[in-house]
């Protein structure tokens, strides 16, 4: 087994559509790569506390915590992110934490556009590109991201950052977050999608802007994958004829069949206009349906990811 070209980045930002998994991903592709060896380390944004919930972790924090063997989890928010940005680059870390605690100021700083999410890609990219002495080493570190309108809104932040500041501190670090998110080298961008109409057109929608902005995608995850309801052969028309033919209880259940057959249809439809609309090479993994919520979700993320690479 072996990981995707994906996981092999320093960065990896998870996005999709609402509801499709990129959560339960993030902390899958996490547990892949500890497996194969690799310390990953996983961030949540503006405080948010799904994957630590996922992972079993009570109480989420600035400072990260072990969550499985090689994997960690850190969750950041805006006001913490300024404050280690004044200590790092201002030297200012107390003044601003004062002045966060001003009501009028920190409703200032709120209003700035695209500020947040600057300061919190400033602290990722500080991680990876220059750890502090009590910083730990991470091979990868996994983004769960905002959902894909979101998720444009915050690969754009540095360069609306950049082009509205011109000069100073903010503008400085917009430049350096810019291009580190746009290094293949560095940063790689996955798409976390269900096998559904809904979904996969908003997950291409994404890879088109993606491509217009110049950026790669890195690769696919394709998430609860329904599993073939019949056989392959003989053809399910054969066999329903069959069925339906004879004088049986099994006669019931052809319009639950029915069904189920239709939707493994339809899912193989869109699988076929996803793969057809990706560039030549992009990575795919493709997820089995788990009705179980949590950790059998995220293992299931784990163990496609390693068998598919």
Known sequence: MSLPAF?????VVVTGKGGVGRTTVSAGLALAAAQQGKTALVIEM?????????????????????????????TLTPAECLSDFGRRKLGAGKLLTRLLNNRVSRAFLDAVPGLHALLQLGKIENLINEPGPSDRHYDVVILDAPATGHGLTLL????????MTRVGPFH??????????????????VLTTLPEA??????????SALEADGATLGGVIVNQLRPRPVPEAPAWATVREGIANASSPWSNVLPIADRAVAQYAEQEAVLRRLIEALPDGCPQVRVPRVEEAGLPRIDAVAQATLEQS
């Open 198 to 207: 809904l979904p996969v057109n908003e997950s291409l929608q994404f890879a």
């Open 7 to 11: 996981l092999e980045q320093k960065f």
């Open 156 to 163: 754009a932040a540095a360069r609306a950052m950049r082009e």
């Open 46 to 74: 503006s405080g948010t506390a799904d994957v630590a919930e996922a992972l079993g972790i009570s109480n989420p924090s600035f400072e990260a915590q072990q969550a499985a063997p090689g994997v960690w989890l850190m």
């Open 172 to 189: 400085d670090l917009a430049r350096v977050i810019e291009l580190f998110l746009a290094d293949p080298a560095i940063t790689s961008v």
